[in-house]
């Protein structure tokens, strides 16, 4: 299993960017996937996830400090998951990692698979 993501780079507050998670070697669509970034000297934190079709259609999760600025998607014919980032602040600086799981919840405990992470600075 290979999850990669791409996207990242310096932005000034205020600015956008649209980060990318391409997976190979699993069923993508059986897989929920989410988003975690982390900062230096900090946890890895929860900035998002969108599961399987289930019951329900897909379900997107957010954490606090995202919601309403971030939004994340999925392309299942493409093995592709986004985050597309609008409004962004100095404190959005991190390493964002993509992961994968096939029961996840906002904890990265419960993910089975990890990207190596894409750098996303936010400075003027």
């Known amino acids: 299993v290979q999850l990669v993501e791409s996207g990242g780079g310096l932005v000034q507050p205020g600015g956008s960017l649209r980060l990318s998670c391409t997976a190979s070697g699993l069923t993508f669509s059986n897989y929920d996937m989410g988003w975690f970034r982390q900062a230096p000297g900090k946890e890895r934190e929860f900035v998002a996830r969108?599961?399987?079709?289930?019951?329900?259609?897909?379900?997107?999760y957010y954490g606090d400090s995202v919601k309403g600025r971030f939004t994340i998607s999925r392309d299942d014919a493409k093995n592709t998951l986004y985050l597309q980032m609008n409004n962004l602040r100095p404190e959005d600086t991190a390493v964002y990692y993509c992961?994968?799981?096939?029961?996840?919840?906002?904890?990265?405990?419960?993910?089975?698979?990890w990207g190596q992470g894409t750098q996303v600075t936010v400075s003027s």
């Open positions: 969108i599961t399987t079709w289930g019951w329900s259609g897909r379900i997107t």
């Open positions: 992961g994968a799981g096939s029961r996840t919840t906002n904890d990265y405990a419960t993910y089975d698979y």
